[in-house]
């Protein structure tokens, strides 16, 4: 019985990746022909190569994790290929030795790789718990390397990047999937302790100081980038997956409470002492007076969704180019302009079902480890997906984290992909220990006898 639902899973999976494919390919074709009147020589290299990404992803899961849900991979390969597409169509407007596409399509294939190896390597969620400090080490290493003399890297402001040789990334993508396997290890272990509470204060039952000092060292750590790194968007992810997370472990809303209390003092003082905080405020509430300096890009952003409206200018047809960075921070906006509402409503529906199918493989999830991580690491990919969009459309202010999936970034796209593993996992657990269910057992009715 199982394995004819894992064969029907996986069958479901092979059908929407197909379809997948489709779409992607066809979008390419249609950035194509909005220039030249004939289909792209390199057609048939696209969707074999785009066919064979998907196919080793697949055929892993199947091998490693038959039991996993079937919508996960195929909504990442849509939004992996959605930012493809859109990166490609960007390349148009840039110098060929400046072309991000190539790299983009490398960057995919080291991101299925990690996925594999992950699969591949975990065969038990639960034993990333034994090494929580090592994680919380690594993390909180991965955050602070930008600030290393001759390492560190600044770029438009934001020191985030880090160049080791000839290779440049992105090291707090990897810390938000450090830092979430050692939340949930470390609540799990500690959250009767932090439910519950040891010490009273009026009517508040407070946990001990020892066991919330490593907890709060997120908050530390956010605050530091924030100050130091410039980066605004990656110190609200961090620290209210940390929250969230808390919140989930223990189910007390004075934690939520706190968090709110203490993120709001962190950014006041910030506000108050940092000219670059007081700049992305100002920015955020009136970009109109600086809109051919500071506000350049998010006031070209604006025009932008008003160029799209409902049904975009169509794919290659459009002028997202205008906007400084777009293939990483803005490349929302380009599908906005392009795809228009429709495209945009996509986008964040596929976000939706990703981030919902994570949800529900937490709630389904009956040990607490694995429960508590898929629920971060959903969190996490939707707290990153939200802060990034409502940046770019002034919902909030905005900030230079990447759309996961779809922005250009080899350092992005290879930690949710490892992310993604790791939630394929859990779900393959959840489902090959799943009890059961119980009914009652029926017998058959008593026939009655005959008369002779």
Do not use: C
Not at 71 to 93: E, Q, S, Y
């Amino acid at each position: 019985m199982r394995d004819a639902l894992a064969a029907r899973r996986r069958g479901t999976e092979v059908a929407l990746g197909a379809l997948v494919v489709i779409v992607i390919v066809g979008a390419y074709v249609l950035v194509y022909l909005a220039e030249n009147p004939a289909l792209p020589r390199d057609l048939g290299g696209l969707a074999a190569a785009m066919l064979g990404l998907f196919a080793a992803a697949h055929l892993a899961v199947r091998r490693f994790a038959p039991r996993a849900d079937p919508t996960l991979l195929p909504l990442a390969a849509l939004l992996n290929g959605i930012g493809f597409v859109m990166i490609t169509r960007l390349d148009r407007d840039r110098a060929a030795a400046d072309a991000l596409g190539p790299a983009q399509a490398v960057w995919t294939a080291v991101g299925i790789a990690a996925f594999v190896v992950v699969l591949v390597v975990v065969r038990d969620s639960r034993g990333l718990a034994r090494y929580r400090y090592t994680f919380l080490l690594l993390g909180l290493a991965a955050l602070m390397l930008p600030l290393v003399p001759g390492v560190g890297q600044e770029v438009y402001g934001a020191r985030l990047w880090a160049k080791v040789g000839p290779v440049t990334f992105q090291p707090g993508e990897a810390a938000k999937v450090l830092l979430v396997v050692f939340f949930a290890a470390y609540l799990v272990e500690k959250r009767e302790l932090l439910a519950s509470g040891t010490r009273r204060l009026g009517r508040l039952h407070l946990p001990d100081p020892k066991h919330l000092g490593p907890l709060l060292v997120p908050w530390l750590a956010s605050i530091l980038i924030m100050v130091q790194e410039k980066d605004l968007g990656s110190s609200l992810m961090f620290f209210a997956v940390f929250v969230a997370m808390l919140y989930i472990a223990t189910a007390r809303s004075a934690y939520l409470l706190a968090g709110l209390l203490l993120f709001l003092g962190g950014a006041v003082t910030a506000y108050q002492l940092f000219g670059h905080v007081q700049v992305r405020v100002s920015t955020w509430l009136d970009p109109w007076p600086v809109a051919q300096g500071k506000g350049y890009q998010l006031v070209q952003s604006l025009f932008a969704f008003g160029t799209g409206g409902v049904a975009g200018t169509g794919l290659g047809l459009g002028s997202p180019g205008k906007i400084p960075q777009v293939s990483t921070d803005f490349i929302f906006s380009a599908i906005g302009e392009e795809l228009g509402l429709v495209g945009t409503v996509a986008v964040v529906t596929a976000f939706i079902l990703l981030v919902g199918s994570g949800i529900r493989i937490a709630v389904r999830s009956e040990r607490d480890f694995p429960k508590l991580l898929a629920a971060g690491l959903a969190i996490t990919i939707g707290l990153q997906a939200f802060v990034i969009m409502g940046g770019v459309t002034r919902m909030i202010p905005l900030t230079g984290i990447t759309l996961p999936f779809v922005s250009y970034g080899g350092s992005s796209l290879v930690a949710n992909y490892v992310a993604l593993a790791l939630l394929l996992r859990i779900a393959d657990e959840s489902n090959r220990h799943a009890r059961p269910a119980r009914g009652r057992a029926r017998t058959p009715a008593p026939v009655p006898a005959r008369s002779p």
